[in-house]
């Protein structure tokens, strides 16, 4: 096992069948291995310095029914919002009065969200705030509306591709949702220059080791900039209400095992890994990842945006306690970064 994990480290790379056998068999003693080299990878190119984005929850409105999602279009029970391009603003000029330099309005597939109104919107933040970087995860859209949002000064996308195993996207999403559309989306979004992030959820229902290690090959090929990985976790009003969420060791195990694959990939720390452990977040850092995304929505619509059950939207996990965020971050031997943050280019 301990040479596997030096290869990894060395060559960035292994065949699936290797991925496999650290997934399988990794005990807590190669985890911690694991975590030393990704830790001492990360050092190499941001040093102990942790990212911060300020999440703006725009909308929780969404026409797509992913199994999954506790904001789905069939659950009834979902009290639905949608902020304003002044509410949107405002908490733009809350984060930056905190310390934001990323914004990032992340929403369900809303169709109010025009390209008009996103222009509007960006270009406002732009205007306002030259120097923070604009993050967007709206979901899929056209080719030529992925172009004009980065027109209007967008500097990064996310969106996971959720699984690369095609069989497995079809168990997770109804069937007008499609795994090759999702991976032009991003193919897309990579053409038209934005820094790209893709992701998926460890422990979804009916994903399997041999999956997780294809997760592993395709960051490798793919080598996004930033990577969303967070335990599954079930919610109430969904099909997989009664499923096991995901385990935060092996999302642990596997954000190290991202960091050694692609060494500058930005990756954060989820609010999912917080949520399911007290020290989630802390854990995730230590692990390998370098981004935490605290919560900067209005905090009347915070407890709608429940993508889970208990997602966590206060304490640290909220922009306006950076202070104590900031303090944890600390305590695990890191800093807090008031910088952009923007992904740094492989050599
Ligand atoms: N609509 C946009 C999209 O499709 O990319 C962004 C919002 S979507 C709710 C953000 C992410 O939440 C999804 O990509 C998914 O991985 C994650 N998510 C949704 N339900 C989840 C659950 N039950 N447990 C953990 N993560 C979940």
Redo the contacts with the bound molecule.
């Keep these: 096992m301990r040479k596997l994990i030096d290869k990894l480290a060395f060559a960035h790379s292994l065949e699936i069948g290797e991925y496999l056998e650290i997934i399988k068999n990794a005990t807590a003693a190669d985890a911690a291995y694991l975590a030393e080299k990704a830790c001492a990878e990360k050092e190499k190119h941001y040093g102990k310095e942790v990212f911060i984005r300020g999440l703006i929850e725009v909308s929780n409105i ?1 026409k797509n029914d ?1 199994y ?4 789905r279009k069939s659950n009834q029970n979902c009290e639905r919002y949608r902020l304003s391009e002044d509410d949107i603003l405002e908490c733009c000029r809350e984060g930056y009065e905190l310390g934001f330099r990323t914004f990032v309005m ?4 809303d169709a109010y969200f025009t390209d008009e109104r996103l222009v509007s919107i960006i270009t406002k933040i732009k205007q306002n705030y030259p120097d923070c970087a604009v993050t967007l ?3 899929e859209r056209s080719a030529e509306s992925y172009k004009q949002l980065k027109a209007a000064g967008a500097d990064r996308y996310l ?2 591709h ?1 699984t690369a195993t095609k069989e497995h996207y079809t168990k997770l999403h109804p069937e007008n949702l499609s795994w090759e559309k999702r991976m032009e989306c991003l193919r897309n979004l990579r053409a038209f220059g934005y820094q790209v992030g893709c ?1 998926f ?1 460890v422990g979804s229902p009916y994903q399997t080791g041999e999956m997780l290690a294809r997760e592993l090959k395709f960051i490798e090929e793919f080598k996004p900039d930033m990577c969303g990985i ?6 109430k009003d969904t099909c997989f209400r009664d499923s096991a969420a995901g385990s935060v060791d092996m999302t642990c195990l596997l954000l190290s095992m991202i960091r050694l694959i692609h060494p500058t990939v930005l990756l954060p720390a989820t609010t ?1 890994l917080g949520t399911l452990s007290e020290n989630g977040r802390e854990r995730g850092i230590m692990s390998g990842a370098n981004v935490v995304m605290p919560n900067l929505s209005p905090a009347s619509v915070r407890k709608k945006y429940m ?2 059950d208990n997602k966590l939207s206060d304490g640290a996990e909220s922009a306006q306690s950076l202070e104590a965020l900031k303090k944890r971050i600390a305590s695990i031997g890191c800093t807090v970064s008031i910088n952009r943050g923007d992904v740094k280019k492989s050599t």
């Design positions: 969404c992913c999954y999602c506790g904001i992340q929403g369900g597939e995860s709206l979901g969106l996971r959720e992701g959820m967070g335990p599954f976790i079930p919610h999912a993508l889970y």
